[in-house]
């Protein structure tokens, strides 16, 4: 079983759109991961019926008895975020939203008042799709923890690859280097970085294979729009050839993706023109990188 992951350190250079053609490309069943939770978005292109949905709990929430709250005002104090507050004659009371669960009011609490309880941060969601099963998750407004709601959707779906025998999983990772890519990163098989000619583009994608390097996940590059600026295209294979990360192909900027967008379809299932080609010979060079083998599935 190979897990792969699609990165890119900005947003809009067309990660989703790959992602779901090397999903259709890898050979059923296969098992998908939308890592992206703060705007979860594979969906609309590989469809789906919710067929799972549980509760995410991303950390823990202060809560004050007032029958044993003194009102002294420690938890106050010491609460560096703000989040407690007391009203003219009141008791105190936590603001949820500003409640980072640090557990500091607890502590300093001389009545025992405070308690901390799981917080409900969002929900994890199994859909099936055309292609398999796929995993999404969706943090609430506020939420915390989406590296580890990242984590628990790769967990989920290595279970799930192991139960239906899936050879592949591919995840749709996030925009950035932060938290949530970090989650989608660690013990990847394969990353592969998309980027565009663009200063703004070699410039994260710069940040994307640092953050490859150091958690030891092997890397290649794929230049989407590759036909938009060809000077900047060129800086970005020099890039990759200095730094010895294999390019996996360039697409060209095509209608073929807006068209398969509205159909609600991957670009490998809306016909095989040059974008629909390009794709495809990015998967078997991806697949060679990974030293394995994967047959195409064919859609149209």
């Not at 900005?10 to 779901?20: H, I, M, Q």
């Not at 999903?23 to 969906?43: C, G, Q």
């Not at 050879?167 to 660690?186: F, K, M, N, R, W």
Request: proline share 5%; hydrophobic share 45%; glycine share 12%.
């Amino acid at each position: 079983m190979k897990e792969i992951v699609i990165l890119s350190g900005k947003g809009g250079t067309g990660k989703t759109s790959l992602a779901a053609s090397l999903a259709v490309l890898a050979d059923s069943p296969t098992v998908v991961v939308d890592a992206d939770v703060d705007a979860a978005n594979l969906h609309l292109v590989l469809g789906g019926r919710v067929v799972s949905r549980e509760p995410f709990m991303g950390g823990m929430e202060a809560g004050i008895a007032a029958s044993r709250c003194t009102a002294c005002g420690e938890c106050m104090a010491h609460c560096r975020f703000g989040a407690i507050r007391q009203e003219p004659g009141g008791k105190p009371q936590v603001d949820p939203l500003l409640c980072e669960g640090c557990g500091v009011c607890s502590l300093v609490c001389p009545a025992g008042a405070v308690t901390l309880t799981p917080a409900t941060a969002g929900e994890w969601l199994v859909s099936e799709t055309r292609v398999g099963a796929m995993f999404h998750g969706a943090l609430a407004p506020g939420g915390q923890n989406s590296g580890k709601l990242v984590t628990l959707l790769r967990e989920r779906a290595r279970d799930q690859a192991q139960a239906v025998g899936a050879e592949t999983i591919v995840v749709d990772g996030p925009p950035g280097v932060a938290c949530p890519a970090i989650a989608s990163l660690a013990g990847a098989d394969l990353a592969i970085l998309v980027t565009e000619p663009s200063a703004a583009g070699l410039h994260d994608l710069e940040r994307a294979a640092q953050l490859c390097a150091g958690f030891g996940v092997r890397a290649g590059i794929v230049l989407n729009k590759a036909d938009l600026v060809p000077e900047l295209a060129a800086e970005v294979t020099q890039w990759a050839a200095a730094r010895q990360i294999p390019m996996l192909g360039s697409v060209p900027y095509h209608p073929a993706f807006n068209q398969a967008q509205m159909r609600g379809l991957a670009v490998v299932e809306n016909g095989r023109g040059v974008a629909a080609q390009a794709i495809i010979c990015i998967w078997h060079a991806a697949l060679a990188l990974l030293g394995g083998r994967n047959s195409e599935r064919r859609k149209q």
